[in-house]
Every structure is written in structure tokens, then in C-alpha cells.
């Protein structure tokens, strides 16, 4: 959202071509405060062959009621009819706290290419309620990764967060143990992940934070957040990432210990 219009395109056109044959789809953020610029996205999107679009809320106009948010999406969507087409719902950052339920029932009729959701809330009752009374090839992908195994219980589909850049081959594994039955081990995992996710907010965590945790984990020079966000002190990454191989034991890209 930081990003403007041209470097959020040349984000899509890279991952789209980079991605053929690696990754099974590219589903590109197309969500802008701006009507206009959310449609221009879309079509660039479709140009550039992505697989689907994600939209989620303006923030600073805030949508009045659901039907107003549900005519700001049937109109990104009619951008780029071809493409699959999901809802963000991120009501701690949008403001936007109408429940996805509502914003799902009936959808289909004023957006064909509906395809699903992605859920970022705490609310689980309203995320049952949408896996409950949406068509069963609708992935359903929730977003609060310290609590993905109860929404597994639920019903999802997937999963989408920010941690798993670097907690990827461990969340995995928590998505197997569960699809195998055994519960107690994908529990086990989930109680890790709680542990380093609650170590880091305890230190301040946020988006800057998740950015500098990222660089020191992987190895790879990602850059500051852009202003307002403020990078944060390397040594409050590094005492998450020491967190983590305690608690995760080796990340898959080994890079921690090669940090000065």
C-alpha cells in the first residue's frame, strides 16, 4: 500500500514471469484507496497473467455500510472479468470491521468471478460461517498465523502470512501433521510458532520488524520499509531470530548462523 501504482506493476509483471513453472499461482493485491487506480491494476494484472486478483477495503474512505464495499469490489472486479477474483478482509488495518459473511453472501451474483476469501481476523465464529455457507471450491485461506490450526478445524483451505517468509518449511509441516490426523503434533508446531510469534510482539512487532526479521533469516538484502514505518534496530532482529532457531531449531534457509 506504500507502493505507487508503477512499482506495484512492475512487482506483478516480475512475479508473473518469474513465477511460471515455480509457483502453482500468482494472485496479485490489486487494492488501492483509489477506485480508478484498483481497476488500472486489475487490467494490468490480466495483462500480465496473473492467476487472480485480491482486493481489499479502502481505509481512509471507509465504505459506509457492506453494500457500499460490496459495489467498490464488483467494480475492480469488472476490470478484469476473466481472473479469479478474492476478498482481503483485514479489519485490525482497514478500520473496516463489517463481518466477511455478510460481505460473501450472494457475492457471486453481482461478482461471477468470485473465487474466495482470505481472512485475516480473530474472529473464527464469522470465518466458520463463511466456510460453512460458501460453494466448496472456493478456497478459503486465513491469515492470523498464530492461530492457523484452529481455523484448519474450521475449515481452511490455506494459508497467507507474513511469518511464513521465513517460518515456511515449519508451518508445512503443521499443514501434513494435520492432513494426517495427527493432531497432537500439528498442535505441538502451533505452540512453537505462538512461542516466537509471542516472543516477537513482546519486542515490538511490527510490519518494519517482520521486514528486518525477514533480511536477517533469509540473508537476502530486502531494504528499510519505506517512511512512515522506521526500520528497526538490527538487534531487536536478531534477538527474534535467536528466538526462533531456539525454539524452531535450523530455519530451511540456514542463514542465521552466517549473520555478523
Known sequence: MSLSVEERKRLAEEWCQRGKGKLDQVIVHVGCLSLKESQELARHAADVGADGIAVISPCFFKPADKDALRKFLQHVAKAAPCLPFYYYHLP????????????????????????GLKF????????????????????????????????LVMGAHGAVGSTYNYMGCVVNRLLEAYEKGDYVLARSIQFQTQEVISYAVKQGFDTAVNKQLMCVVSGLPLGPPRLPLQECPRERALAIARRLQEVLGRTEEGALETQP
Request: proline share 7%; hydrophobic share 45%.
Open 92 to 115: 485490525a488495518l482497514t478500520g473496516v470491521s463489517f463481518k466477511a459473511m455478510d460481505i460473501l453472501q450472494g457475492i457471486e451474483d453481482i461478482i461471477p468471478s468470485f473465487q
Open 120 to 151: 485475516s481476523g480473530s474472529d473464527l465464529m464469522d470465518f466458520g460461517q463463511c466456510v460453512h455457507h460458501s460453494p466448496p471450491h472456493w478456497p478459503m485461506l486465513y491469515g492470523m498465523d498464530e492461530q492457523l490450526l484452529a481455523a
